[in-house]
């Protein structure tokens, strides 16, 4: 079939004009909406992520709803005159991006030329004239402006002005744009004319502040400069420049490392994370961040510094091991303009890997629990981290952790919950004595009790952490027994208690109001050993809408069945 050109006639779109839209309305192909533009000057619609700005949105009446993104908007004779923009989802108002611009690269593409946009990093929206007033617009002005285009309803006024940017302390929020190089501007289509035009030069804007007059001269900076054209990327974790959009979005300069994807490598740092320094080092573009990682020895734990966008002000440190046992290169992602793929650059480590150090472990007794059996039993918990590359089994890659309880001081077995650790294909992290830590391995997994043997090398470890004495025997309802778990805060907690029924294993779950929740190994002893392990289980439930969700159920094992089934 051969393809028919499209004729783009952005100048026809006016109030009133009829129009069909094709697409895939709800995703049914080939289908044909009609309506009417009733606003050619509406300003961008505010979106939760993604949003546009310095331009103006066609408006209309097509009852468009998704699927039809991106399509062509015709008139009567068939020329184009907008492209689907976006909408109203309980309303039938839609919005259309006017083809001016497109045209204008269009042309600079037929030519063999390249495609020139200029900025000046700041945000300008269409105010009508009666709010122009309220920013004192003096009457000279607007008695001017409505000569000259008589149609016209308001004026651009600038809204946000980035910092760091070149209209930085040259324009201000709320100023009246009056003329560019000379010239009036009435539409966003005149700003941007000339900014395209004038990149890597100055541009002279005259604006109404306050009813005085203000001139400066500004750079046009290239938008490219500001637009992420390269990405970093090892084990799963992805950072780039901070983007225009983001900077926009939060009134942030355009400078900065973002994390797109904090993987697991950046735990506990999440997404659209902004990281200030490495290391000690400071991180104010990815080169620099690329370069401060490759003289990192792998092995090594740094602390990192970050914030989000939406608390600028509050300067968090999380201090990540260097860890690349699934992926040992570093991958620079640049994109190929010419040949439309992405190339890519692997960075080596200039720095050797650090080997594992033996650790000592702290003597602190508490001064809080009076109990010397709790304090006992606690000296045989540690923390344990999972870090999941992949999804397996059903569950997502992710990062959790609980409390796990050393059985085999000798060998260094841990016996945790599978919710902690679901799978062999990761990486584990024990923490001892709330001091260090070293790496773990998974050495077994219960098919049905749902619990998992990991192990750590005790020689990284002195002296050896106390291993607990499982108890062999049956439990007994109404037996007087001693509790220890972690609350939701990661402290460790305890209580004394008592058995109130013992139910078969595929009895529903009877939980104590008075536990707190959390992915932890929570154990039940007695006065000389350990009785039963309450593990962490996940569970489906449907609710409405057919929403599956995954429930923290927590059964309590006993130990005799632990030993018969582990340790024998």
């Known amino acids: 079939m051969d393809l028919i050109a499209v004729e783009l006639a952005p100048g026809l779109a006016t109030v009133g004009t009829e129009i069909k839209l094709i697409g895939n309305d709800s995703g049914e192909s080939g289908s044909i909406l009609s309506g009417y533009i009733s606003r050619v000057d509406r300003n961008t619609p505010i979106y939760s992520q993604y949003t546009d700005f310095n331009t103006c949105y066609y408006q209309a009446n097509a009852s468009a709803s998704s699927g039809s993104s991106g399509?062509?908007?015709?008139?009567?004779?068939?020329?184009?005159?907008?492209?689907?923009?976006?909408?109203?989802?309980?309303?039938?108002?839609?919005?259309?991006?006017p083809l001016?611009?497109?045209?204008?690269?269009?042309?600079?593409?037929?030519?063999?030329?390249?495609?020139?946009?200029?900025?000046?990093?700041?945000?300008?929206?269409?105010?009508?004239?009666?709010?122009?007033?309220?920013?004192?617009?003096?009457?000279?002005?607007?008695?001017?402006?409505?000569?000259?285009?008589?149609?016209?309803?308001?004026?651009?006024?600038?809204?946000?002005?980035?910092?760091?940017?070149?209209?930085?302390?040259?324009?201000?929020?709320?100023?009246?744009?009056?003329?560019?190089?000379?010239?009036?501007?009435?539409?966003?289509?005149c700003l941007n004319t000339v900014l395209d035009e004038n990149v890597g030069q100055t541009v002279s804007v005259l604006v109404a502040r306050h009813g005085c007059d203000i001139e400066q001269d500004i750079a046009v900076q290239n938008l490219n400069e500001i637009t992420p054209s390269c990405f970093f990327s090892f084990d799963r974790t992805i950072l780039h420049d901070i983007s225009y959009q983001v900077a926009h979005r939060y009134g942030l300069a355009c400078s900065g490392v973002f994390v797109s994807d904090p993987g697991y490598f950046l735990h506990p740092i999440r997404r659209l994370a902004i990281i200030d320094s490495v290391n000690h080092n400071r991180t104010p573009n990815l080169v620099a961040f690329v370069q401060v990682m490759k003289e990192i020895p792998v092995g090594t734990s740094v602390p990192i510094k970050y914030w989000y966008p939406d608390s600028r002000?509050?300067?968090?440190?999380?201090?990540?091991?260097?860890?690349?046992?699934?992926?040992?290169?570093?991958?620079?992602?640049?994109?190929?303009?010419?040949?439309?793929?992405w190339d890519?650059?692997?960075?080596?480590?200039?720095?050797?890997?650090?080997?594992?150090?033996?650790?000592?472990?702290?003597?602190?007794?508490?001064?809080?629990?009076?109990d010397q059996v709790v304090a006992k039993t606690i000296s045989s918990l540690v923390r344990v981290k999972c870090y999941t590359l992949l999804a397996l089994d059903g569950l997502s890659a992710n990062v959790t952790s609980g409390l796990g309880l050393v059985i085999d001081t000798t060998g260094g077995y841990i016996i945790i919950s599978r919710t902690v650790v679901p799978n062999t294909l990761c990486d584990i992290e024990?923490?001892?004595?709330?001091?260090?830590?070293?790496?773990?391995?998974?050495?077994?997994?219960?098919?049905?009790?749902?619990?998992?043997?990991?192990?750590?090398?005790?020689?990284?470890?002195?002296?050896?952490?106390?291993?607990a004495r499982l108890s062999r025997e049956a439990i007994s309802e109404?037996?007087?027994?001693?509790?220890?778990?972690c609350n939701g805060s990661d402290e460790i907690v305890h209580a004394s208690t008592s058995v109130t029924k013992v139910i078969p294993f595929d009895a529903n779950l009877r939980t104590r109001p008075e536990l707190v929740l959390s992915t932890s190994t929570r154990l039940v002893w007695t006065r000389d050993s350990v009785l039963s392990a309450t593990l962490v289980f996940l569970s489906q439930r449907m609710v409405l809408f057919k929403d599956s969700r995954s429930l923290m159920e927590l059964w309590t094992i006993a130990t005799q069945t632990l030993s018969r089934s582990t340790l024998e």
């Not at 109203?88 to 259309?96: H, K």
Request: charged share 20%; aromatic share 10%.
């Open 313 to 341: 002000y509050n300067l968090e440190t999380a201090v990540v091991t260097i860890n690349r046992g699934w992926s040992q290169k570093l991958k620079m992602f640049k994109r190929n303009d010419t040949t439309g793929d």
């Open 100 to 189: 001016d611009a497109p045209q204008r690269v269009l042309k600079q593409i037929q030519n063999g030329g390249e495609v020139k946009r200029g900025d000046i990093q700041t945000v300008f929206k269409r105010k009508p004239f009666l709010g122009c007033q309220h920013l004192r617009l003096s009457d000279k002005w607007e008695s001017l402006f409505r000569k000259t285009f008589p149609n016209l309803k308001g004026l651009i006024v600038a809204e946000k002005v980035l910092p760091e940017g070149p209209s930085d302390g040259k324009l201000e929020a709320g100023d009246i744009l009056i003329k560019i190089n000379g010239k009036l501007v009435d539409q966003f289509l």
């Open 478 to 485: 109404g037996q007087r027994i001693f509790f220890v778990g």
């Open 71 to 97: 399509s062509p908007v015709f008139n009567v004779d068939g020329l184009a005159i907008g492209l689907q923009a976006g909408g109203i989802s309980n309303a039938s108002t839609d919005y259309f991006l």
């Open 430 to 467: 024990v923490t001892i004595a709330d001091s260090f830590s070293v790496p773990g391995t998974v050495k077994f997994h219960h098919p049905w009790y749902h619990y998992a043997i990991i192990q750590y090398d005790t020689n990284l470890v002195h002296p050896p952490v106390k291993s």
């Open 344 to 370: 890519v650059e692997v960075h080596a480590n200039t720095s050797p890997s650090v080997q594992q150090a033996r650790h000592r472990v702290p003597h602190r007794p508490s001064t809080r629990i009076i």
